[in-house]
């Protein structure tokens, strides 16, 4: 399969612990993005990477949120002493560097902070 | 911010009827593209508009970029019970990033 591929599927995790989400773009692909989607919103924006390097990120993510992508091949999404507003669908998407910029999307990881 | 309103939120129509969902920006545009998510599911790209003006037809779908790059709209004619899905809206302000802010979405069923 060469879609995006994001791991793990599910996490459930206590308030105050650190987790790590991995996300597998298309291989040809340079630009790699991180969305957040809470139930009945449209995906928010968190940040982008074209190829290594991290261009942009929202003002409104917290210090506790941090991307890489090392390589510029796979990316990670750490979310350190997570709280329960965390609880949400963080979505990886990917897409060309040139042409139409469709963004392709991982099925996503679903983070519940108990 | 930018900001991309959607409305209406829900539409609830008998297979056949039409369905038309609206997009607004607060600011000009660079493009703007269309994704259905399907319950449970993923954003899936169903077509990017570019120009002012603009209008593309996709078989029953029909997307249209307003002439001041800042409104688009999707109308979906004979909606079958395949169409139901939250349909999305992101704008784009430049094609430099590829960055998108999403509207929240217009949530369609299909009462067959």
């Known amino acids: 399969d060469t879609g995006v591929s994001q791991d793990p599927r599910h996490k459930i995790t206590k308030r105050g612990q650190n987790v790590t989400f991995r996300c597998d773009p298309i291989s040809e692909h340079n630009r790699l993005y991180w969305y957040r989607q809470t139930l009945g919103q449209g995906p928010e924006f968190l940040t982008y990477f074209q190829n290594e390097a991290q261009l942009e990120k929202s003002r409104l993510l917290s210090d506790r949120f941090s991307a890489e992508r090392p390589k510029g091949s796979f990316s990670t999404l750490e979310i350190q002493r997570t709280e329960q507003g965390d609880s949400a669908m963080y979505l990886c998407?990917?897409?060309?560097?040139?042409?139409?910029?469709?963004?392709?999307f991982g099925q996503g990881t679903r983070l519940t902070v108990v | 911010g930018q900001q991309v309103m959607q409305i209406p939120q829900y539409q609830h129509v008998q297979e056949g009827e039409d369905f038309t969902t609206y997009c607004n920006s607060s600011?000009?545009?660079?493009?703007i593209q269309w994704y259905k998510q399907r319950p449970g599911g993923h954003p899936v790209f169903l077509i990017q508009?570019?120009?002012?003006?603009e209008v593309k037809k996709q078989k029953r779908l029909t997307f249209q970029f307003g002439e001041a790059k800042k409104n688009s709209s999707l109308h979906i004619t004979a909606t079958q019970t395949t169409d139901v899905g939250t349909y999305f809206c992101?704008?784009?302000?430049?094609?430099?990033?590829?960055?998108?802010?999403f509207g929240q979405g217009t949530t369609l069923q299909v009462k067959p």
């Open positions: 508009l570019v120009k002012s003006g």
């Open positions: 600011t000009t545009l660079s493009n």
């Open positions: 998407a990917s897409s060309l560097l040139t042409g139409v910029a469709e963004a392709f």
């Open positions: 992101a704008g784009g302000r430049s094609s430099n990033t590829g960055k998108l802010i």
